[in-house]
């Protein structure tokens, strides 16, 4: 029954990317870019004397050279002989660049297996058929040591010295939504209303979902995060707000319920944070400005959430934080973005594992206007393209994960992890 279901699994896996590939389904289709299929090899098979496999068995390394794609963007899909169905996120290289499949196995097995890799725009290669044979092949002492996708991949935006506010962070930017903005006025409010469904689960690689532009020269943003943390703890979903070019506590007003952060790893900046119970209803998040009646050069700025659940409109308000000038005004393009952060763990620096969500965006009002312009759908550079961005007739736009996939299908089945 295991095997049927293995099988059963495999077929409408398949079926379903070759309907959204040929049905071009704007909701569930591979948002495929290249045309191009990923040609791999095969190029070794090596044995590791590893206790943690237990009595009888060995560490099997396959060593794949995989041509014209970046191994983040990859799922290794492998089928035994008996049909059993193994469909695995790949975690790391190594030092010649090779994609690296390891795993325990009986080592007096005597198997063919057949390998595939997929892209997450929907390419796949071509089946590769090997045995593996273990008990005909001498084991070594020392598993092969790999560098994590996070260290080799090209999606990975790094600091640099011209770039200092990405000091020692990990992230992909997936998409850029881009309104353009001309007003010079005075800021009194900005909403962005908006409807998750379903609720994006807390992650350890979280997500953000945020409004990025600049109060008076100074970079902000505001948004939801799956994971919020402090100190190390993860605290769930949650809304932030964060400026930079400042670590005075006395630019921050956290609310009961809530905390902040006051840092430097990003460039120097201070954040207020709050986590939320979000549902699957009309919500909105809110910035006003309001004066600092103890400094006149200087002016607040408070988030809030707007929750519209059953008709009911319930006000959650997360923090303020204190601005430079006598006025709020926006001297930034307004940018909506999504990005995976804090990748860093070699298991999770895979663009298969951005778990599932749906994230439907009215266009944002300013002051009480809609922002009439239609928005700038922008993919970074080499950005994996994992998440589909379909403008709404509202001039708002709907943000999802594109694909079949979702985080938990890319877990091995036999549940064998490689060391470390």
Known sequence: MQRFRGLLRELVFLAAIGWAVLAGDPAWALDA????????????????????????RVWIEEFFRVEGFDPADLLLVRTSALREVTRAALSGVDSQGRVVYAHCGPRASQERVETRFLTVQGESTPALT????????????????????????????????????????CCWHHVYVQYPWQGSGEISEITLPMRFDPVPKPESHHLYYFFYSAINDIKFYFGLQTNLKLRGKDHGVGAI???????????????????????????????????????????????TSRADPADASHVWLELAV????????????????????????????????????????????????????????????????????????????????VVRATPRPDGGVRLRRSGLIDLDATEPESGERPPG
């Open 33 to 56: 870019r290249s045309g191009r299929a990923p040609a791999a090899s095969l190029e070794q098979v090596r044995l590791v004397e590893h206790p943690p496999c237990g009595p009888d």
């Open 130 to 169: 090997h045995p593996l044979i273990p008990a005909e092949q001498k084991a070594d002492a020392k598993v092969t040591p790999l560098l994590g996708l996070h260290q080799v991949t090209r999606y990975m935006q790094f600091a640099d010295q011209s770039n200092p506010e990405k000091k020692g962070t």
């Open 241 to 287: 707000f964060s400026r930079w070019v400042t670590q005075d506590p006395k630019d921050l007003q956290a609310v009961e319920g809530g905390f902040h952060e006051i840092g430097d790893y990003e460039g120097q900046f201070v954040s207020v944070r709050k986590p939320l119970a979000l549902e699957s209803a009309p919500m909105a998040l809110r910035l």
């Open 306 to 385: 707007i929750h519209q659940s059953d008709g009911a409109k319930r006000i959650e308000k997360i923090g303020a934080l204190r601005f430079p000038g006598s006025a709020a005004r926006l001297t930034k393009k307004v940018k909506i973005a999504v990005e995976s952060y804090s990748l860093r763990s070699v298991s999770k620096a895979s663009a298969w594992r951005v778990p599932f969500f749906d994230w439907s965006i009215e266009a944002p009002r300013i002051n009480g206007k809609t922002l009439t312009q239609k928005p700038e759908v922008i993919f970074p550079e080499r950005a994996p393209r």
